[in-house]
């Protein structure tokens, strides 16, 4: 084989691999949004409820959504998130709740504590929740964060870090279009690998707890003025 043979091979194998690597550049960047967040992927369909997770620039822990359609009216939904002492009925891994204020129906600040699996330390978090409501589309829109300086952290657990929505919107035959979403910071030195191994349970237990809460006594023949 003679040098300029020799030479040719590179320039193919160069030219190929740029070519490769072209294809695999727009393929990802098909995947992601305007914000670089890549699309949503469905990790879970069961009972009704379908799980999805995401990665986002940036952040370590995969964000996650869940949504389900459930019997039940708006009233009902409210009812179940203005009981803050109720949360740890239903709520996944909620070792125990409280709440701090509350402005008419739509603003309350509540503060929890959830189980963390050993050897790790319990999470703690303090939740303000701002509930706006659009009439004409009929639709419920909570937004949540997670305010850092609210109350002072706890030697014995770790503080989470966070935001999301509740969007629900009303069917109007008796039936509510549920979605939960939330990017969250477990903190302290739970591995991002593990925690995105479990990233579909936290949304998935939650909607299924709120759908069996929702048809509780105690949360039935309540009417809260803001949503009419």
Not at 180 to 196: E, L, T
Not at 201 to 217: Q, S, V
């Given at each position: 084989?003679?040098?300029?043979?020799?030479l040719?091979?590179?320039?193919r194998?160069?030219?190929?691999?740029?070519?490769?690597?072209?294809?695999?550049?727009?393929?990802?960047?098909?995947?992601?949004?305007?914000?670089?967040?890549?699309?949503?992927?469905?990790?879970?369909q069961k009972?009704?409820i379908?799980?999805f997770?995401?990665?986002?620039p940036?952040?370590?822990?995969?964000?996650?959504?869940?949504?389900?359609?459930?019997?039940?009216?708006?009233?009902?939904?409210?009812?179940?998130l203005?009981?803050i002492e109720g949360?740890?009925?239903?709520g996944?891994?909620?070792?125990?709740?409280?709440?701090?204020s509350?402005?008419a129906d739509t603003?309350?600040?509540?503060?929890?504590?959830?189980?963390?699996?050993?050897p790790?330390?319990?999470?703690?978090?303090?939740?303000?929740?701002?509930?706006k409501?659009n009439?004409?589309?009929?639709?419920?829109i909570?937004?949540i964060?997670?305010?850092?300086?609210?109350?002072?952290?706890?030697d014995?657990?770790?503080?989470m870090?966070?935001?999301g929505?509740?969007?629900?919107?009303d069917?109007?035959?008796?039936?509510?279009?549920i979605?939960?979403?939330?990017q969250m910071?477990?903190?302290?030195?739970?591995?991002a690998?593990?925690?995105?191994?479990?990233?579909?349970?936290t949304?998935?237990?939650t909607?299924l707890?709120?759908?069996?809460?929702?048809?509780?006594?105690?949360?039935?023949?309540k009417?809260y003025?803001?949503i009419?």
């Amino acid at each position: 084989m003679n040098a300029t043979k020799r030479l040719l091979l590179p320039k193919r194998f160069v030219v190929f691999m740029i070519v490769l690597l072209s294809m695999n550049f727009g393929a990802h960047s098909q995947e992601n949004d305007v914000n670089g967040r890549q699309e949503w992927k469905q990790i879970r369909q069961k009972e009704g409820i379908t799980v999805f997770t995401r990665s986002n620039p940036g952040m370590d822990f995969k964000e996650f959504k869940s949504s389900v359609i459930v019997k039940g009216t708006l009233d009902q939904f409210l009812s179940v998130l203005y009981d803050i002492e109720g949360l740890s009925s239903w709520g996944y891994n909620v070792k125990s709740s409280s709440l701090i204020s509350r402005e008419a129906d739509t603003v309350q600040v509540y503060y929890t504590e959830a189980k963390a699996p050993f050897p790790y330390k319990n999470r703690d978090g303090v939740y303000l929740n701002n509930f706006k409501w659009n009439a004409k589309e009929r639709t419920l829109i909570v937004e949540i964060k997670m305010p850092e300086d609210l109350i002072p952290e706890k030697d014995n657990l770790v503080r989470m870090e966070g935001y999301g929505t509740w969007v629900v919107r009303d069917l109007d035959d008796g039936k509510l279009e549920i979605t939960f979403q939330m990017q969250m910071d477990p903190g302290g030195n739970i591995p991002a690998w593990m925690a995105n191994m479990f990233a579909g349970d936290t949304p998935y237990h939650t909607l299924l707890g709120l759908r069996e809460a929702m048809g509780e006594k105690k949360y039935q023949g309540k009417s809260y003025d803001f949503i009419r």
